[in-house]
Nanobody, 115 residues
Framework: QVQLVESGGGLVQPGGSLRLSCAAS????????MAWYRQAPGKQRELVAV???????NYVDSVKGRFTISRDNAKNMVYLQMNSLKPQDTAIYLC?????????WGQGTQVTVSS
């Protein structure tokens, strides 16, 4: 079992930045992949960014060049640095961990981009 707790969401103006954090109850170095998803009202959940144990990363096209996913194995943390935020980035952002065929989710943190 892996418990995940997200933090760092909030209200930010277009063009601003936020850093989301995900605290894991297990060693992130033992987790096959950690990812950030987002879900906007009326839309399907979308994979935003993923990082594996080798720290290889992948991003959805809409955030490439603006978002950066990273992990701190010593602190069991995963981060999502979000720059140049746009109103269409508004969503609940959820942390996900995949280990040994199981998938675990946090409860999410709200990000609202609005002037």
């Amino acid at each position: 079992q892996v418990q995940l707790v997200e933090s760092g969401g909030g209200l930010v103006q277009p063009g601003g930045s936020l850093r989301l954090s995900c605290a894991a109850s297990a060693s992130v170095s033992s987790i096959d992949a950690m990812a950030w998803y987002r879900q906007a009202p009326g839309k399907q959940r979308e994979l935003v960014a993923v990082i594996n144990t080798a720290s290889n990363t992948n991003y959805v096209d809409s955030v490439k060049g603006r978002f950066t996913i990273s992990r701190d194995n010593a602190k069991n943390m995963v981060y999502l640095q979000m720059n140049s935020l746009k109103p269409q980035d508004t969503a609940i952002y959820l942390c996900n961990a995949r280990r040994a065929g199981e998938s675990y989710w946090g409860q999410g943190t709200q990000v609202t981009v609005s002037s």
